[in-house]
């Protein structure tokens, strides 16, 4: 960057505000949420919404459960004020949904906005006018008192209006540009619009508070929202509602932090559309309770729904990487992410509590599925393959076999330079575990005899098997502990191999076909070098004698 550039700029003021406490307070509770995707969101479009496609988006927002959705502009855009009418004569609005509609404070627009609503049940009309210095200064030319005028003009035409409409009215009032005005010219323009609306604890106006354009860090939102609240008359007669947008891309936490500040709702859209960089992003917000343990009251557990709604109406796409909702937020590439989290899984399943590393919400709570939280690409490791193995396939690999397992997955994904499907995983345990190519290959095994050696108190097996050894058949025959242990000394002492047994795991296959287990076997070379393999069978003895040969024909090829 040019340094020279740099006194085009000045920094933002600090509000006057050293006792602040703010800082200690927490969310507690949701607040009043009101989407204003139809209306703040839809004007930000390359492509406005359709009727069809806004009615779509409004079903999406009442079934996520907001109460209260602004609209539109409808006296500012024929479409817009068809969309109204739409809702309102095709009785689209249920019963516990309030509709909100922006208007200026121009008596026709007023009138116009009220025209709209008529049959409406319930209506917030939402007034605005600028209040900022530079918007006072260079595009009004108007003094504070005119502002303050125009404002309260406008307040009493929508009273006027308001006290004949058959219906249910609320008011909510915007300085906008609130973040580029005076604390105290938007407080005094803010109280001369309740004198006129004279709102009570029972019925309180909204007086929305805009960032219109995020030009602070997020504590000096906070720090203006609660200066507000403290030096505000009737404070009790309004509901203190945020609308951020995202210029700086922290409305999130200039709203979290100006709900500790004392703030009762939230103004907002899904994915943060609108004007620019956008307004704060809802979905988000009301996630990132919901990972305290706090309910925000909407519901976003189908959130690919949401996706899916939102990208086909607004043709926006959701980036990967958007909190929450992005395709790859479930997934970790990293190896030691991967390892992380396969440990936290399997302990939360212990406990109930959700504490898994890179992962601050479960997946399935938004109806995103587990099998997508792993990947596998080049920079995985031992506990990426293994969890694969785990989740999709069943197969608990014993911890000492992960790492070679993981070596084997590595090749594979350097040799194919890409992500690896979960398939293309199991495949590579297959070829590598279960079928084992080599010197080896069973023909037939059975066990003869089961009994006890009293003198050892210990339980013998003999056995007798067929196994073809470099292609040619061999008939062995042995006792032992068990028919693994009496197989193994066969092997030994009538087909002359040299081995150690060193591990042997073995569990019930739950994923596909129930009835079947898989062993896991480690042999030692003469070397002492370790070789494992897998079997699989009906039968947990064969699953072993297969295991073990698997085992065997890995070490005598070497790999
Ligand atoms: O961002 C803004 O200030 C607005 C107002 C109209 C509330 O959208
Ligand atoms: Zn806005």
Not at 12 to 18: G, I
Not at 456 to 477: C, F, M, P
Not at 527 to 553: F, M, P, Q, R
Request: proline letters at 4%; a negative charge; one cysteine or more.
């Amino acid at each position: 960057m040019q340094a020279d550039k740099l006194k085009k700029y000045r920094p933002y003021p600090q509000v006057q505000l050293s006792d602040r406490t703010w800082p200690d307070k927490r969310i507690t509770t949701a607040p009043g949420w009101c989407s204003v995707d139809l209306r703040d969101g839809n004007q930000a479009l390359i492509q406005p919404m359709n009727l069809e496609e806004k009615i779509e988006m409004f079903r999406l927002l009442t079934d996520i459960g907001f109460k209260e959705i602004e609209v539109g502009f409808p006296s500012a855009s024929k479409v817009e004020y068809d969309f109204t009418r739409v809702l309102i004569d095709r009785n689209l609005i249920p019963e516990d949904v309030t509709i909100q509609a922006l208007t200026q404070a121009r008596e026709p627009l007023i009138r116009k906005t009220f025209q709209a609503f008529k049959g409406a049940k319930q209506g917030i009309v939402h007034l605005y006018n600028s209040t900022s210095t530079l918007q006072r200064d260079v595009v009004f030319k108007m003094s504070r008192k005119e502002i303050i005028e125009l404002g309260v003009q406008g307040a009493r035409v929508i009273r006027e209006e308001a006290d004949r409409f058959d219906g249910d009215i609320r008011y909510e009032y915007s300085p906008e540009s609130f973040t580029g005005t005076e604390l105290d010219f938007a407080l005094e323009i803010c109280e001369a619009v309740m004198d006129v609306w004279e709102p009570t604890p029972a019925r309180p106006v909204v007086i929305n508070l805009p960032s219109t354009v995020e030009m602070a860090t997020p504590n000096v939102y906070a720090d203006q929202i609660e200066w507000f609240i403290r030096n505000m008359k009737n404070r009790d007669c309004a509901l203190i509602s945020l609308h951020a947008h995202n210029d700086r891309g922290t409305a999130v936490a200039a709203t979290e932090l100006a709900l500790m500040a004392g703030a009762d709702r939230v103004e907002g859209t899904l994915f943060g559309n609108g004007e620019r960089t956008g307004n704060v992003d809802l979905m988000t917000l009301a996630l990132n309770m919901f990972t305290q343990g706090i309910d925000p009251e909407l519901d976003f557990s189908n959130i690919n729904r949401v996706v899916n709604v939102y990208e086909r109406c607004t043709k926006l796409s959701v980036h990967p990487r958007h909190p929450y909702a992005g395709e790859l937020v479930y997934t970790a590439f990293s190896g030691s992410h991967q390892d992380a989290i396969s440990k936290g899984m399997d302990a939360v399943q212990q406990d109930g509590v959700w504490a898994v590393p890179y992962l601050p919400i479960d997946p399935e709570d938004v109806g995103r599925s587990y099998e997508s939280i792993i990947r596998i690409n080049s920079q995985s490791g031992k506990g990426g393959a293994a969890y694969i193995m785990d989740r999709e396939f069943g197969y608990k690999l014993p911890r000492e076999m992960r790492p070679g397992f993981g070596r084997i997955i590595q090749q594979e994904t350097d040799k194919v330079g890409d992500e690896l499907p979960s398939t293309a995983v199991y495949k590579a345990f297959e070829r590598e575990y279960l079928l084992a190519a080599g010197c080896y290959q069973l023909k037939t095994f059975n066990v003869l005899k089961r009994h006890m050696d009293q003198h050892q108190d210990l339980s013998v097996a003999d056995v007798e098997a067929v196994v073809y050894v470099d292609g040619r058949e061999k008939a062995l025959q042995a006792s032992g502990n068990g028919p693994l242990d009496a197989f193994c000394t066969a092997l030994k002492e009538d087909a002359g191999l040299d081995f150690t047994l060193h591990a042997y795991h073995e569990h019930a296959l739950t994923k596909g076909s129930s009835s079947k287990a898989v062993s896991y076997i480690e042999v030692l070379d003469s070397k002492g070098e370790g070789w494992w393999g897998a079997g699989v069978d009906t039968d947990i003895i064969i699953s072993s004698i297969k295991g073990l040969l698997s085992a065997l024909n890995r070490m005598c090829v070497g790999k």
